[in-house]
């Protein structure tokens, strides 16, 4: 089976603190994996994908085929990091399955 | 200005009418996308579109119905027969070469009373 699993439904930070929020899946073969966010009152957007490697807001996220794991990672949380966060994986139907979410809170 | 445009915002409706949410997209996107979101469960897929007048079943298509005519309208019916239609509606699109970078819409709030 296709799956994601992001296990924290919340996780609460204070500015400057590292995050990481998780993210493992289920997937035969090759895997395409995004992190996509949520900002209070806008629209769902992608922050990442781990084929671009890149970092987007100081966001990192490695692939980790050993682990099945695509975890996301800041060094140095800031407020306005603050947002729901949701881990996606294309499956071989071009569908996108999201995990279930993380709510991200960065107290000042 | 681009993106995909969802409407109504809001809508309330009394249980056993049927109920069609509206979406379209400029971007000239191949594919669209209806998801439900709730809390707790994120984001599953009700019905998506490839190609014009040609779609798929998602993961919690019962009770839900789509057309795709248009490239640029895909329009979601939800019927009586949808237990539990109260929730957050999401409509997105993407293009036929990068599949995995949707373009979301803001979004309808079905409430049935």
């Known amino acids: 089976a296709q799956r994601v699993t992001q296990p924290e439904k919340l996780l609460s930070v204070f500015k400057g603190a590292p995050v990481e929020l998780k993210c493992n899946y289920s997937y035969s073969g090759s895997p395409e994996l995004f992190w996509y966010v949520q900002y209070s009152r806008q629209r769902l957007q992608l922050l990442l994908r781990h084929i671009s490697r890149e970092s987007i807001k100081g966001f990192t996220a490695d692939l980790n085929k050993g682990e099945t794991s695509f975890h996301l990672k800041k060094p140095f949380a800031q407020e306005e990091d603050s947002a729901m966060y949701y881990c996606a994986l294309l499956s071989n139907t071009d569908k996108l399955i999201f995990g279930t979410g993380t709510r991200l809170q960065v107290f000042p | 200005d681009g993106g995909i445009t969802q409407s109504p915002k809001y809508l309330f409706r009394k249980e056993g009418q049927n109920v069609t949410l509206s979406c379209e997209q400029n971007l000239n996107h191949d594919a669209m996308y209806w998801y439900r979101q709730d809390p707790g469960q994120g984001l599953r897929l009700i019905y998506y579109?490839?190609?014009?007048?040609?779609?798929q079943k998602g993961d919690i298509a019962e009770g839900y119905s789509v057309s795709r005519e248009k490239k640029e309208s895909f329009p979601l019916t939800v019927t009586s027969a949808q237990k539990n239609p109260t929730a957050f509606y999401l409509c997105?699109?993407?293009?036929?070469?990068?599949?995995?970078?949707?373009?979301f819409g803001e979004g309808s709030r079905l409430t049935v009373l």
């Open positions: 997105a699109s993407s293009s036929a070469r990068y599949t995995g970078e949707l373009f």
């Open positions: 579109s490839q190609i014009v007048n040609d779609f």
